[in-house]
């Protein structure tokens, strides 16, 4: 029986998992992708203490922070998530159950699609999510990255270096970036900026060779290039939560209050999963450590009755 | 002779089972599974597509896309990292 189990190790789920060390909490950290979402950024300039290091080296260093205290962890992934009496259940994919007293939910978030006919498929054929992962592949080409938002500004920065042409497809009138990377967008020669403008449809044959857009530029529909690089925004990754009745808002994100609390006792979320507006590490990491201390408030004022004896680990075919 | 530490190491990889991973310089699912590598004691060839016209072909004809990493193993073609994959491919 665990104190709590993490799901999720991300930033949010890392530091989550640092706190709970520090407070001498029995405590699991479950997440499939150790390091999480920011280890897809290249640059990470926004965390205090660091003035810029990569998404690898922040996730690194959040890792082994974490494990400088007595913790558990799993790569596995989290299947279901039931709930009796006051305890919680926490299959994965390796057939395996943990009983919990509370959980810290922290799955984060996963890529929005643009759902324009092509991008299925022509999806790693000249479409993609990830400008650090697959951006390298276009040496040369002309790419265009769809967004208008700091994500959006930050991938098209990182194709400059090896593209010969970025375009930024904006529906809206203007780019919503953080000044300093509109700024870094507007002198590099390479970035070209449109506005007022939606990508309809992604064509080729074996590969990406133009999209048609909804307005005329350079007098024709068609914009010719070799990948598109998607960058409008994230889903969040709330069913295996919903499933266990924690209310999440119009966008699928976990309602949570300042002490990272759901309306389910012993629930806690944190992290890109939340209804949280400005979504950064930094912010991840702070609902991270709220969620621990609510939940070592939680354990420490409540009885627990849990239902599969006493083990920490029972295996599902056996216990049936 | 004895046989070096480099050597003993050599002998214990992937039992003449030939690994070629393409990747780029900066993707991190490329990272991870050279890790991947490194923990199982996995010898590989990597070529970097980013800088080569060449691998870049290549790897889109074994695979038909141009997303990375694409590890060829021993024939068998793994598109992205995927542990489950690459333990069935390599025998681990």
């Known amino acids: ?82 709930r009796e009496h006051n305890c919680f259940i926490v299959e994965t994919n390796e057939s395996k159950t943990h009983q919990s007293r509370t959980i810290i939910f922290a799955t984060g978030t996963e890529w929005r699609k643009l759902n324009v006919p092509g991008e299925k498929e022509f999806a790693n054929k000249g479409v993609h999510y990830c400008a650090l992962c697959d951006g390298a592949v276009y040496q040369n080409r002309i790419v265009a990255v769809v967004g208008g938002g700091d994500s959006s500004v930050k991938e098209a920065l990182l194709l400059s270096q090896f593209a010969s042409k970025v375009y930024i497809l904006v529906r809206r009138e203007k780019l919503r970036g953080e000044p300093i990377n509109n700024q870094r967008a507007d002198n590099n020669k390479k970035i070209q900026v449109i506005t007022n403008i939606n990508l309809k449809q992604i064509k080729g044959d074996k590969v990406v060779k133009s999209v048609q857009l909804d307005r005329e530029l350079n007098g024709s529909n068609e914009l010719k290039l070799d990948a598109v690089f998607v960058a409008i925004g994230h889903n969040a990754l709330s069913q295996l939560a919903k499933d266990v009745d924690v209310k999440v808002n119009d966008k699928g994100e976990i309602i949570i209050n300042r002490e990272s609390k759901t309306n389910i006792p012993g629930f806690f979320a944190a992290g890109d999963v939340c209804d949280t507006v400005f979504k950064q590490a930094i912010t991840g990491v702070a609902e991270g450590v709220s969620a621990v201390y609510s939940a070592y408030t939680y354990v420490n004022e409540n009885e627990f009755i849990c239902p599969i004896g006493n083990d920490d680990m029972v295996n599902i075919k056996n216990a049936k | 002779m004895e046989k070096s530490a480099k050597q003993v190491k050599e002998t214990m990889k992937n039992d003449g089972k030939k690994v070629k991973i393409y990747t780029t310089s900066t993707c991190p699912w490329c990272m991870k599974t050279k890790e991947f590598f490194k923990e199982n004691n996995v010898k590989y060839e990597e070529v970097n597509v980013g800088t080569s016209e060449d691998a870049r072909n290549e790897m889109f004809q074994k695979s038909g896309q141009l997303g990375v990493p694409v590890v060829d193993a021993n024939g068998t073609i793994i598109v992205g990292f995927d542990k489950d994959a690459l333990k069935k491919a390599l025998g681990i």
């Open chain 1, 1 to 82: 029986m665990y104190d709590t189990i993490i799901i999720g190790a991300g930033c949010a789920g890392l530091a989550a998992a640092m706190y709970a060390g520090r407070l001498n909490m029995k405590t699991l950290l479950i997440g499939d992708n150790i390091g999480g979402t920011i280890t897809l950024t290249d640059v990470v300039e926004n965390y205090p203490g660091f003035i810029k290091l990569t998404g690898q080296e922040l996730a690194d260093n959040l890792r082994n922070h974490a494990e400088a205290y007595n913790i558990e962890k799993s790569e596995a992934k989290v299947t279901k998530i039931k």
